[in-house]
């Protein structure tokens, strides 16, 4: 088996063609401790509460508590995986879950995530988790 030049320069060509060397910023924390589905994460300073963060296994965290020097994140997954010095990174975004007719039916996790093997849940509405109940006066009666 012979190794054609052309071949190789095409291919190389190909890669050079979609390369691109804009650097991407990204807000990004290591994580001190974690333990009993907490996690301590030392960094991500424009972190707000309420936030998704998303931890190098895979696994989404929720900040839940804004110290000055760290975060606390409650993990939406197990912390088997994560350990001390991890990454995790801002995804700038409040937890949000779908919500709307398309949810009728459907089995999701605590941030909304599909769970129930009917693919993904179709929606244009989504609202965040942490939010007011409405008062009283707003409320429809229980018939």
Excluded at 57 to 72: C, F, H, P, Q, S
Excluded at 93 to 102: D, F, T
């Amino acid at each position: 088996m012979a190794i054609r030049p052309e071949e190789i320069m095409s291919v190389i060509k190909k890669e050079m063609e979609s390369f691109s060397s804009e650097p991407r910023m990204i807000d990004a924390g290591v994580v001190l401790q974690v333990g009993d589905g907490i996690a301590r994460v030392y960094g991500l300073p424009k972190a707000m509460a309420g936030e998704l963060v998303e931890f190098s296994t895979g696994v989404k965290g929720y900040i839940l508590n804004l110290e000055e020097d760290n975060v606390g994140c409650i993990l939406l997954g197990s912390d088997s995986g994560i350990k001390e010095g991890d990454l995790v990174k801002s995804t700038g975004k409040v937890v949000q879950v779908p919500v709307g007719e398309a949810m009728l039916g459907r089995v999701v996790n605590a941030i909304g995530e599909p769970v129930d093997g009917k693919g993904p849940i179709v929606t244009s509405e989504f609202r965040p988790i942490e939010t007011p109940a409405p008062n009283v006066v707003q409320r429809q009666p229980v018939k």
